[in-house]
Structure formats: structure tokens, C-alpha cells
């Protein structure tokens, strides 16, 4: 998971974290700064793996972690859909 705060936008292969745990970062992270809005569909499967340069498998893993979070729904056939409403943060920013 990344550390909140800290902008994580792509996939590093020297981090300690496996690579769908970094995807997964990622695509939270668009979530949670608007990128990816509420009710919005995903970019498919392929075109994730050719963004990201990562294998299906990685992707899959990767929405897997969002699922479990909470952040997303997959619809056979149709693609993953970011929730409506979005849980909150696990990592709520602090107040200044």
C-alpha cells in the first residue's frame, strides 16, 4: 500500500512491493483524486497491461486488491466500475 501522500504513478521494479500491489496503488490513488470518478468504468484489461507494461495477471491481481477494498465492481462481460459512493480512506489526511 502507498504511503499517503506520496504520489505513486508508476510501477517500479526495484520497490520491495510486487508489482500488483503497486498497480493497485496507482489505480486507488486515480481513484481517490477524481481521475476516476464514481460510476466510471475502468480502462480495460488490455489497455491497462499496455499502459503499465505489466501482464493480465498482474491487472486482475491488481483489481482483486481494489475489489477487496471496496473500490470497485467488475460486471462480467461489461468491465470493473470504480463504487458509488467511495468507502473512505484507510489513510485519512491529516488536518492543518
Known sequence: M???????DKIS?????????Q???I????IRSGKYLPGTR???ELTMTHEYKVGPGTVRR???ILRDRGLVVTVR???????NPLPPSENPQ???
Open 27 to 30: 489505480i486507488e490513488q486515480k
Open 42 to 44: 475502468l480502462p480495460g
Open 13 to 21: 521494479p526495484d520497490s520491495p512491493q510486487y508489482v500488483y500491489e
Open 62 to 64: 491488481a483489481l482483486d
Open 94 to 96: 491529516p488536518s492543518s
Open 77 to 83: 462481460a461489461r468491465g470493473s466500475f470504480v463504487v
Open 23 to 25: 498497480l493497485a496503488a
Open 2 to 8: 502507498a504511503v499517503y501522500g506520496q504520489k505513486v
